[in-house]
């Protein structure tokens, strides 16, 4: 059972547009929600993450949307480039106990110049 | 230094076969964890070690044996391995393992099993 659903499984955007992952909880136990970032031949790197009690956080040109009572959250990158080209996870997590991450199924990006 | 590494980075073993891979970090973190990566999926949880301690087991098969020698060294010992165990296995660190800390991921150890 996928804890996390998350899509599209693969994206290609243009150089210069936004890139949009979207995914979607059921455990209303998760507080705490991560976007890792992977190349290949690495291991995954946190890139941003959000806590439910905002409803938006930026970095940069990335960007969590998170809409509480519909359980779900985005990943917005504006002006892609290609070296965004990954593959990225969302994740949900619990505080309250031993810390596990549950993955999303993975989005992979290519940005074509 | 927010740096993990792991060794080695390629290995092919036989079923009858044991190795070990190897993790370490030396940011002071009291959490390591070992996951496995399939090929376009995602990290699956394996072990959590929290101050030295077994804390989790995911129902990982006894042919993978966790030692963790101190705090900043985390090892995975594989024995009889099956060909589906073929993955890429991720070793993490964060600050501690209970609440929600940054997991710092190395680049993994790619195995084979033949």
């Known amino acids: 059972q996928q804890q996390v659903k998350q899509s599209p499984q693969s994206l290609i955007v243009q150089k210069g547009g936004i890139s949009i992952i979207n995914c979607a909880y059921e455990?209303?136990?998760?507080?705490?929600f991560p976007w890792y970032q992977q190349f290949p031949g690495k291991g995954p790197a946190l890139l941003i993450a959000i806590r439910p009690d905002v409803s938006e956080k930026k970095e940069g040109r990335f960007t969590i949307s998170f809409n509480k009572s519909a359980k779900q959250f985005s990943l917005h990158i504006m002006d892609s480039q290609p070296g965004d080209s990954a593959t990225y996870f969302c994740?949900?997590?619990?505080?309250?106990?031993?810390?596990?991450?549950?993955f999303g199924i993975g989005t992979k990006l290519q940005v074509i110049p | 230094d927010t740096e993990v590494t792991q060794t080695p980075k390629h290995l092919v073993m036989g079923m009858t076969n044991k190795k070990s891979l190897k993790c370490e970090q030396h940011?002071?973190?009291?959490?390591m964890y070992w996951y496995k990566q399939k090929a376009k999926k995602p990290p699956e949880l394996m072990f959590v070690?929290?101050?030295?301690?077994?804390?989790i087991n995911e129902s990982v098969p006894s042919r993978f044996s966790p030692e963790c020698p101190n705090s900043s060294l985390l090892n995975l010992h594989l024995h009889a391995l099956q060909p589906e165990d073929s993955a890429l296995y991720l070793c993490?660190?964060?600050?501690?393992?209970?609440?929600?800390?940054?997991?710092?991921f190395g680049p993994g150890t790619r195995l084979t099993v033949t």
């Open positions: 940011m002071g973190h009291r959490a």
């Open positions: 994740a949900a997590e619990n505080s309250g106990g031993y810390q596990k991450v549950t």
């Open positions: 070690y929290s101050y030295e301690k077994l804390s």
């Open positions: 455990n209303t136990a998760f507080d705490y």
């Open positions: 993490a660190s964060s600050q501690d393992a209970q609440g929600t800390y940054e997991q710092y």
